[in-house]
T-cell receptor, first 112, second 113 residues
């Protein structure tokens, strides 16, 4: 089945450690996105990529890094520089010229 | 910058209609969306409306857009307990990045039997 797969669903890390969240899509979409969701807030854009080997910062990129070496994959690294990393992270993808973005099921990251 | 605002809570009885409201500030918004999120899950696209439309109906869902007032609403007819979820309004200027969305805070809809 076509879709976006985020793994793992739950992730626990110690403070000060970097952690990488996986996002894979088999929809042949050019663009991919990472959002962060905190309770009582809407989703905020971290990074996005419109094409392989290219990506741009979103509204809250500090403390995060990404890569886009393959069309299907857009991993997000939460670095130790991110002051408040505990959140729900959602990955999305969209075709270049279409009206819809499709979301994965999310990864809940807890830093202790 | 762009801003999207929603009321945080709505409670209705099963069988009644629900109306969730949203206001936005970006005049260049091309598409406006309604997403649904169930607990612990990702976002599911419910419906969207292009900015040159003022209404769109899709089964139990009716979207109204007042572009002059920058006001968007989602009406759910015959609301069911399965409709209990968080509903997000979002907008994009489109172009080549339809997933580059600005979201409201989400409205928690609670449906009582």
């Amino acid at each position: 089945d076509g879709g976006i797969t985020q793994s793992p669903k739950y992730l626990f890390r110690k403070e000060g450690q970097n952690v990488t969240l996986s996002c894979e899509q088999n929809l042949n979409h050019d663009a991919m996105y990472w959002y962060r969701q905190d309770p009582g807030q809407g989703l905020r854009l971290i990074y996005y990529s419109q094409i392989v080997n290219d990506f741009q910062k979103g509204d809250i990129a500090e403390g995060y890094s990404v890569s886009r070496e393959k069309k299907e994959s857009f991993p997000l690294t939460v670095t130790s520089a991110q002051k408040n990393p505990t959140a729900f992270y959602l990955c999305a993808s969209s075709p270049t010229v279409n009206t819809e973005a499709f979301f994965g099921q999310g990864t809940r990251l807890t830093v202790v | 910058g762009e801003d999207v605002e929603q009321s945080l809570f709505l409670s209705v009885r099963e069988g009644d209609s629900s109306v969730i409201n949203c206001t936005y500030t970006d005049s260049s918004s091309t598409y406006l969306y309604w997403y649904k999120q169930e607990p612990g899950a990702g976002l599911q696209l419910l419906t969207y409306i292009f900015s040159n439309m003022d209404m769109k109906q899709d089964q139990r869902l009716t979207v109204l857009l007042n572009k002059k007032d920058k006001h968007l609403s989602l009406r759910i007819a015959d609301t069911q307990t399965g409709d209990s979820a968080i509903y997000f309004c979002a907008e994009t200027a489109g172009g080549t990045s339809y997933g580059k969305l600005t979201f409201g805070q989400g409205t928690i809809l609670t449906v009582h039997p």
